[in-house]
């Protein structure tokens, strides 16, 4: 990649790639490329005017391909003073010329060079003018754009950080009310007689409290003893305008344990819980997480709940 870029440099030095970019013959990577170069370059922008006076004579002279010529005709003769570069060039092609009258006087010559060198200065300097000045808008023009886009980000960022901070201070209220509601309640605790569920099997059921993110907050420790077959997780849910939730159990090393979707949270005197059944035997070790995802309209899954408790058998 390097070698191309370095073989690029070399060629738009050259007279033959210039007079290419001067007929528009150029793709637009290298068109950008010269331009930047010319706009960075003094000498590099006094061969361009070099190369633009060949170019000119040639086309005065007839020296130039009819398509090369139509290109000129469209690309150099777009504004007065690349037509006045034209005429002044015809008149000093027929002055070349011989005539039948003498040639004038050595004090005449010299005036009309004078007037002709003064108006090739004129026309280089017009064209410096016309780059420097269109090369100062390009770069208003950008700087304008990137002071935009600043602005338009801070605006955003700052957005967000409202719309953040306000969702941290509804959480924070849900999460103190949730506190006071599970310190008002009593502890939750396997009866010495586990209850059964409609198979038949015993049944522990567990309040979680919610932790927020995964290993965040003060784990809850709970236990279970042997004849305990099912085990059943209630997680309160602060946000239930959802289609559906799903659950997954993880242990202490991140390992997926038990998954399970389509459930139905449930409305109670202190808020909506998610109760989630899963079998004794998947709880192997003793620190797990349970995270709660909420199915969106588009199916799509999203953060509702993040619960960290600890669970032991006898």
Same mark, same amino acid.
């Given at each position: 990649?390097?070698?191309? !870029?370095?073989?690029?440099?070399?060629?738009?030095?050259?007279?033959?790639?210039?007079?290419?970019?001067?007929?528009?013959?150029?793709?637009?990577?290298?068109?950008?490329?010269?331009?930047?170069?010319?706009?960075?370059?003094?000498? #590099?922008?006094?061969?361009?005017? $070099?190369?633009?006076?060949?170019?000119?004579?040639?086309? !005065?002279?007839?020296?130039? +391909?009819?398509?090369?010529?139509?290109?000129?005709?469209?690309?150099?003769?777009?504004?007065?003073?690349?037509?006045?570069?034209?005429?002044?060039?015809?008149?000093?092609?027929?002055?070349?010329?011989? =005539? +039948?009258?003498?040639?004038?006087?050595?004090?005449?010559?010299?005036?009309?060079?004078?007037?002709?060198?003064?108006?090739?200065?004129?026309?280089?300097?017009?064209?410096?003018?016309?780059?420097?000045?269109?090369?100062? $808008?390009?770069?208003?023009?950008?700087?304008?754009?990137?002071?935009?886009?600043?602005?338009?980000?801070?605006?955003?960022?700052?957005?967000?950080?409202?719309?953040?901070?306000?969702?941290?201070?509804?959480?924070?209220?849900?999460?103190?009310?949730?506190?006071?509601?599970?310190?008002?309640?009593?502890?939750?605790?396997?009866? !010495?007689?586990?209850?059964?569920?409609?198979?038949?099997? =015993?049944?522990?059921?567990? !309040?979680?409290?919610?932790?927020?993110?995964?290993?965040?907050?003060?784990?809850?420790?709970?236990?279970?003893?042997?004849?305990?077959?099912?085990?059943?997780?209630?997680? =309160?849910?602060?946000?239930?305008?959802?289609?559906?939730? $799903?659950?997954?159990?993880?242990?202490?090393?991140?390992?997926?344990?038990?998954?399970?979707?389509?459930?139905?949270?449930?409305?109670?005197?202190?808020?909506?819980?998610?109760?989630?059944?899963?079998?004794?035997?998947? #709880?192997?070790?003793?620190?797990?997480?349970?995270?709660?995802?909420?199915?969106? $309209?588009?199916? +799509?899954?999203?953060?509702?709940?993040?619960?960290?408790?600890?669970?032991?058998?006898?």
């Amino acid at each position: 990649m390097q070698s191309k !870029v370095k073989e690029m440099e070399k060629d738009i030095h050259s007279d033959l790639v210039l007079k290419q970019y001067l007929l528009d013959e150029l793709s637009g990577a290298d068109r950008d490329l010269i331009e930047r170069e010319y706009l960075a370059d003094k000498e #590099f922008f006094d061969q361009l005017l $070099a190369v633009e006076n060949d170019l000119v004579d040639d086309y !005065v002279s007839g020296e130039l +391909s009819p398509p090369q010529r139509n290109r000129f005709e469209r690309k150099m003769l777009a504004t007065p003073r690349q037509r006045e570069k034209l005429t002044q060039a015809r008149f000093l092609l027929r002055s070349k010329r011989p =005539h +039948s009258r003498a040639t004038p006087p050595p004090r005449e010559r010299a005036t009309w060079i004078t007037a002709v060198s003064q108006r090739r200065v004129f026309a280089v300097a017009t064209l410096l003018l016309l780059v420097t000045t269109g090369w100062l $808008a390009i770069r208003v023009w950008q700087m304008s754009r990137q002071l935009e886009q600043m602005r338009a980000e801070r605006v955003r960022v700052e957005e967000e950080s409202r719309q953040l901070q306000a969702k941290l201070s509804g959480q924070q209220k849900q999460n103190t009310e949730l506190l006071q509601e599970l310190s008002q309640a009593p502890e939750t605790s396997v009866p !010495v007689e586990p209850p059964k569920n409609e198979s038949g099997l =015993h049944l522990a059921i567990f !309040v979680l409290p919610l932790t927020g993110t995964r290993g965040g907050g003060e784990q809850s420790p709970f236990k279970i003893n042997q004849e305990i077959q099912t085990v059943q997780l209630v997680a =309160h849910i602060t946000n239930i305008a959802y289609r559906s939730f $799903a659950g997954e159990l993880q242990n202490a090393d991140g390992k997926q344990l038990f998954t399970i979707r389509r459930l139905k949270a449930r409305k109670t005197t202190n808020g909506a819980t998610l109760p989630i059944t899963i079998p004794a035997k998947l #709880f192997e070790g003793s620190d797990f997480v349970l995270k709660v995802s909420g199915v969106g $309209a588009d199916g +799509s899954l999203e953060d509702a709940g993040v619960y960290s408790f600890r669970l032991t058998k006898n």
